[in-house]
């Protein structure tokens, strides 16, 4: 079975300091992995992808097989991260997502 | 390029109502078609997927059930809506090929 957990619904963190949203995943395939984000007022949108490996808004993620995990990190937040986090997973022709993280950004 | 249209946008239904949310995407053929719930602290849930037409996937046994009569149209519906049905619904697709979902602007039903 498929399964996307994001432990945290809520983080806060001032501007300029860094964010990591986490995401843990249970897959027994090959997984493919993906961060979607919902600006306010806006539709669920891809941010990125771990089989591209860039960098998007200053935002990564590195998937560690591992650990299972596919955290979202950028080094120095900024007011327009604000948003909702989506972390999913991708197996067969289904995605499945976690529960999202309401990160917010203080100046 | 690639669009997705969902609607109605708002919808307020009493309970016992039939329910029939619409959702149509232009610009491609054969996509993979989706419908999610988005419910505050529950995340995205996906109720059902389709990769073709006439085939539906459930993922959430409920009140609810999905028609894909088109290509390119994908149809949630319910014969008799229960409170617990409201929320926001959300249509997507993608390519056959592709991993990213394109989604629609949602469908936010409230039942009274």
């Known amino acids: 079975a498929q399964r996307v957990t994001q432990p945290e619904k809520l983080l806060s963190v001032f501007k300029g300091a860094p964010v990591e949203l986490k995401c843990n995943y249970s897959?027994?395939?090959?997984?493919?992995l993906f961060w979607y984000v919902q600006y306010s007022r806006q539709r669920l949108q891809l941010l990125l992808r771990?089989?591209s490996r860039e960098s998007i808004k200053g935002f990564t993620a590195d998937l560690n097989k591992g650990e299972t995990s596919f955290h979202l990190k950028k080094p120095f937040a900024q007011e327009e991260d604000s948003a909702m986090y989506y972390c999913?997973?991708?197996?067969?022709?289904?995605?499945?997502f976690g529960q999202g993280t309401r990160l917010t950004i203080n100046p | 390029s690639q669009t997705i249209h969902q609607w109605p946008a708002t919808l307020v239904q009493p309970v016992g109502s039939p329910l029939s949310l619409e959702c149509t995407v232009e610009?491609?053929?054969?996509?993979?078609l989706y419908w999610y719930r988005q419910a505050a602290g529950r995340g995205l849930q996906l109720l059902f997927y389709?990769?073709?037409?006439?085939?539906i996937s459930s993922e959430v046994p409920q009140n609810l059930s999905a028609s894909r009569p088109q290509d390119r149209q994908f149809i949630l519906s319910s014969k008799k809506l229960l409170l617990s049905d409201s929320g926001f619904y959300l249509c997507?697709?993608?390519?056959?090929?592709?991993?990213?979902?394109?989604f629609g602007e949602g469908s936010r039903l409230t039942v009274l």
């Open positions: 997507a697709w993608t390519g056959q090929h592709t991993g990213e979902l394109f």
């Open positions: 897959y027994s395939g090959s997984p493919e």
């Open positions: 771990h089989i």
């Open positions: 999913a997973l991708r197996g067969a022709q289904k995605l499945v």
């Open positions: 610009g491609t053929s054969n996509p993979n």
């Open positions: 389709s990769v073709g037409i006439g085939q």
